[in-house]
């Protein structure tokens, strides 16, 4: 590490560099994390675990972390299709739908929320159609999944769409002239380039489905134990002004998606070492 | 087997890119298609892959028209410029690609298919590199392997797209020859897509010499160099002077300077195209060539290159060999008379080319 760091370089500022790494992600991201973590224990280990041990909580955290992770995997597809067509294809309003695929991002989440609930309520423009059908989306769990969905879609693109457009089109066409079918290209050529990036956008879209908030609580209905998620649970602790219960949740959420990000790092780790 | 190419014509969107194209590249053989980029050529060479579609015309393959035929189902051999390797496999897989993706049926047991892939890596000269990745090898390497893989397919036709375009001029001389000696022990009917002259005159046993979506001549490297059928196939092979000259009572001027007899309209201004090296710099001798003057010497290494400014008031490149001068020593400013060995006269009206060569 000293070896390395007193080596000549083109661009000087390692040590300056690093002080600032070190300094500025102690203050913005360790300094508030550690802080809930010792609230989230102030009224001892045993409380913590009753708080966290709940039925109810237990309900919020199944719901937020099972439909974050059905919403990603929804979205892996999706957004596979739309980046695909997005960088292959040229065809009118391209820019358009490209600019639009931003707008979950930009668009505040509340906002969101409403429009969503305001299209699957019963007497909706979409839920009026699905209701008769016995499909009821908003205020169920369906809800949750559905919103989801929308704000995740744009990690998803957003981390394919680069690598797709690096791709080697004259590798496709060494297939083709080598025997291999559309599919057999896909699998074999296409996809292991296309793996990791996958799973990238797979893991930002989880983690920010987990987190989110405002466009979940107008359509979910908020039903505890039914359709509650995590997130508002906390929100409801802290206006009771049981800021240790809402403290042990959070370190929770912290906990899970922690255990969860490593899995998908390490996963993707072997996935690349595997193609060197 | 033998490759036809027929009336063939393609246009991307309102740009037309080849016009009415004929080929015919005989069992066996080894076809050169050379032109400037843009010239069409290697459009043409991926409507014969199938990777591209015609409007119009035929490709055979011997006498079956492939015209529908998707790329997957020619069995061609396509190397591409890049390379194209799957970098994500280790060069024996890459190699093997072709023929793991077949169907049960057709495919070879895993024990043959290793063999093979042994084979053609021996046969490229790279046995000892199977287990590594393509990021690990050097271009000229890269290439060798994309050709073993293209062979691996036993592939009726083998396609080159600027195969060497990528590698720098040591290694591409050394490819071309190894190729050459490689295509001529597997007996396989070749087309190369290339704008290196070298690479074409001295690989191919016939070169289409491409430009703006027309081939201008088709011909054996030497004719095309010898006799050229254009203006245009002389600048591009190596560049020539181009000097002009008339036509006058079947005798040929330049300027005031008789230079020869020459059967050809009568009157006619025309153009006269003489390579470097085939003029020959003498000192002062009147009445035997061109008279003028010594502009300036360039030495370059096997040869001196020497700018001579006519009477005409024309300037001319000259090759001047080291054997030449006799001991005796240039000076820039000096009078000197130039011999023209060989040189095509082409009629200067536009679309009228009555080529004439003279040779000495």
Same mark, same amino acid.
């Given at each position: 590490m000293a070896s390395l760091a007193q080596q000549r370089r083109t661009l000087p500022g390692f040590g300056l560099g690093l002080g600032v790494t070190i300094t500025y992600l102690s203050l913005i991201v360790l300094l508030p994390l550690a802080t809930m973590l010792l609230r989230s224990l102030g009224n001892g280990p045993a409380f913590w675990w009753q708080a966290v041990s709940s039925a109810r909580v237990l309900a919020a955290l199944r719901l937020s972390f099972g439909a974050s992770m059905a919403a990603a995997a929804v979205d892996v597809i999706?957004?596979? $299709? $739309?980046?695909?067509?997005?960088? #292959?294809? #040229?065809?009118?309003? #391209?820019?358009?739908?490209d600019a639009l695929i931003d707008l979950p991002f930009a668009l505040p989440t509340a906002v969101a929320g409403i429009t969503l609930s305001a299209l699957y309520a019963g007497n909706g423009w979409l839920g009026q159609y699905l209701e008769p059908w016995g499909i009821k989306v908003a205020f169920t769990r369906v809800g949750v999944f559905v919103a989801l969905v929308f704000v995740a879609l744009p990690f998803i693109v957003r981390t394919v769409q680069p690598v797709l457009q690096d791709l080697d089109k004259e590798c496709e066409e060494a297939a083709a002239t080598l025997g291999a079918s559309r599919w057999q290209t896909f699998r074999q050529v296409l996809w292991p380039s296309l793996a990791p990036a996958l799973l990238t956008g797979f893991t930002m879209a989880l983690a920010r489905a987990v987190g989110e908030y405002?466009?979940?609580?107008f359509i979910a209905g908020n039903l505890p134990r039914v359709s509650e998620i995590a997130p508002l649970l906390i929100t409801i602790k802290l206006e009771q002004y049981d800021y240790v219960g809402a403290a042990a949740i959070g370190s929770a959420m912290l906990l899970l998606s922690f255990v969860l990000l490593l899995v998908l790092n390490l996963l993707q780790r072997r996935m690349l070492r595997v193609q060197r | 087997m033998q490759v036809a190419v027929q009336g063939l014509s393609k246009a991307f969107g309102e740009t037309a890119v080849l016009h009415d194209i004929n080929l015919l590249v005989p069992e066996g053989q080894f076809c050169a298609l050379l032109g400037p980029s843009g010239s069409g050529k290697t459009t043409l060479l991926r409507i014969i892959a199938g990777l591209e579609f015609a409007d119009l015309g035929r490709v055979l393959f011997d006498s079956t028209d492939v015209a529908d035929r998707s790329a997957r189902d020619r069995q061609v051999g396509f190397v591409f410029q890049h390379y194209a390797l799957f970098r994500h496999m280790t060069i024996a897989?890459?190699?093997?690609? *072709?023929?793991?993706? !077949? %169907?049960?049926?057709?495919?070879?047991?895993?024990? &043959?298919i290793k063999r093979r892939v042994a084979e053609l890596l021996e046969l490229v000269q790279l046995a000892d590199y199977g287990a590594r990745y393509p990021d690990q090898l050097? +271009? @000229?390497?890269?290439?060798?392997?994309?050709?073993?893989?293209?062979?691996?397919? %036993?592939?009726? &036709?083998?396609l080159l797209d600027e195969p060497f375009g990528a590698l720098d001029a040591r290694v591409r001389k050394d490819m071309r020859t190894w190729l050459r000696g490689l295509q001529t022990k597997l007996g396989l009917t070749s087309i190369l897509v290339t704008h290196d002259q070298d690479e074409a005159l001295e690989l191919a046993d016939s070169v289409a010499v491409m430009e703006h979506g027309h081939i201008i001549q088709c011909a054996s490297p030497q004719a095309i160099y010898d006799q050229p059928a254009t203006?245009?196939?002389?600048?591009?092979? *190596?560049?020539a002077n181009r000097l002009t000259c008339r036509?006058?009572? @079947?005798?040929?001027?330049?300027?005031?300077?008789? /230079? *020869?007899?020459?059967?050809?309209?009568?009157?006619?201004?025309?153009? /006269?195209?003489?390579?470097a090296h085939d003029v020959e710099l003498l000192p002062t001798a009147p +009445?035997? @060539?061109?008279?003028?003057?010594? /502009? !300036? /010497?360039?030495? @370059? +290494?096997?040869?001196?290159?020497?700018?001579? !400014?006519l009477q005409s008031g024309d300037t001319l490149e000259v090759d001047v060999p080291p054997w030449s001068s006799q001991g005796h020593s240039w000076l820039v400013g000096q009078a000197v008379t130039v011999r023209l060995r060989r040189y095509g006269v082409f009629g200067s009206l536009a679309g009228a080319h009555p080529a004439a060569f003279v040779g000495i």
């Open positions: 999706f957004g596979l $299709i $739309i980046a695909w067509v997005l960088v #292959r294809y #040229r065809f009118i309003g #391209r820019r358009w739908f405002g466009s979940v609580i | 897989d890459n190699v093997a690609f *072709g023929l793991q993706v !077949r %169907e049960r049926k057709l495919r070879p047991a895993a024990p &043959v050097s +271009g @000229g390497q890269r290439q060798r392997v994309a050709l073993a893989r293209a062979l691996a397919i %036993e592939p009726r &036709v083998l203006p245009a196939v002389y600048e591009f092979l *190596g560049g036509v006058s009572n @079947g005798q040929l001027f330049v300027g005031d300077a008789l /230079l *020869g007899s020459l059967a050809a309209a009568d009157d006619a201004a025309a153009d /006269l195209y003489v390579r +009445g035997t @060539g061109l008279q003028g003057e010594l /502009l !300036r /010497l360039t030495w @370059g +290494g096997g040869m001196t290159h020497a700018q001579v !400014r």
